[in-house]
T-cell receptor
Framework: DAGVIQSPRHEVTEMGQEVTLRCKPI?????LFWYRQTMMRGLELLIY????????DSGMPEDRFSAKMPNASFSTLKIQPSEPRDSAVYFC?????????????FGPGTRLTVL | QKEVEQNSGPLSVPEGAIASLNCTYS??????FFWYRQYSGKSPELIMS????GDKEDGRFTAQLNKASQYVSLLIRDSQPSDSATYLC????????????FGRGTQLTVWP
């Protein structure tokens, strides 16, 4: 089975530009998570969805960040306008509730650099 | 107090030694515990999960859980240089649905 798919793998943009990160979760998983990882702050949860519905977006740093999940197989994280401090690795992860396990499977990440 | 805390390290051990990684959590109602390994420049990868008190062994890895002390650990026996990575502890707190709380990670270096 394919794992979590993210695109692009690398993104370099200039301050003020819009950035859109994409994620395809593992088929059959009903939870989807967006994380940001930096050396300073570690792995931070930004937002997560259950059955395409946002459950907790308290980790979204500010209004410049938005996330959508229009269907079970696709989610986007958008930053508009982007700033240099948004430079980080953004991970998408998915999990399923059946079976009691809550283990999350991570995608390869998108390395974002904002100049 | 953070929900999940790990000894920050870095931890350095010689090849063949036992590496011990520790994690404490705040919620007594927590039920599920996970250890992830993250190589530099890669994504976190699940290596162990544990749900009951006691030890769980998988090859060279042993996870230990003590719910009374709110403590979970990972032992790596016969450490190899390929074990050099950051190890993240993750906990499903009792009050949450679906979400895992991650520690900051412990960087492990195994030197030959």
């Amino acid at each position: 089975d394919a794992g979590v798919i993210q695109s692009p793998r690398h993104e370099v943009t200039e301050m003020g530009q819009e950035v859109t990160l994409r994620c395809k979760p593992i088929s059959g998983h009903d939870y989807l998570f967006w994380y940001r990882q930096t050396m300073m702050r570690g792995l931070e949860l930004l937002i997560y969805f259950n059955n395409n519905v946002p459950i907790d977006d308290s980790g979204m740093p500010e209004d410049r960040f938005s996330a959508k999940m229009p269907n079970a197989s696709f989610s986007t994280l958008k930053i508009q306008p982007s700033e240099p401090r948004d430079s980080a690795v953004y991970f998408c992860a998915s999990s399923k509730t059946s079976g009691g396990d809550r283990e999350q499977f991570f995608g390869p990440g998108t390395r974002l650099t904002v100049l | 107090q953070k929900e999940v805390e790990q000894n920050s390290g870095p931890l350095s051990v010689p090849e063949g030694a036992i590496a011990s990684l520790n994690c404490t959590y705040s919620d007594r109602g927590s039920q599920s515990f996970f250890w992830y390994r993250q190589y530099s420049g890669k994504s976190p990868e699940l290596i162990m999960s544990i749900y009951s008190n006691g030890d769980k062994e998988d090859g060279r890895f042993t996870a230990q859980l003590n719910k009374a002390s709110q403590y979970v650990s990972l032992l790596i026996r016969d450490s190899q240089p390929s074990d050099s990575a950051t190890y993240l502890c993750a906990v499903k707190l009792g009050s949450t649905l679906g979400r895992l709380y991650f520690g900051r990670g412990t960087q492990l270096t195994v030197w030959p």
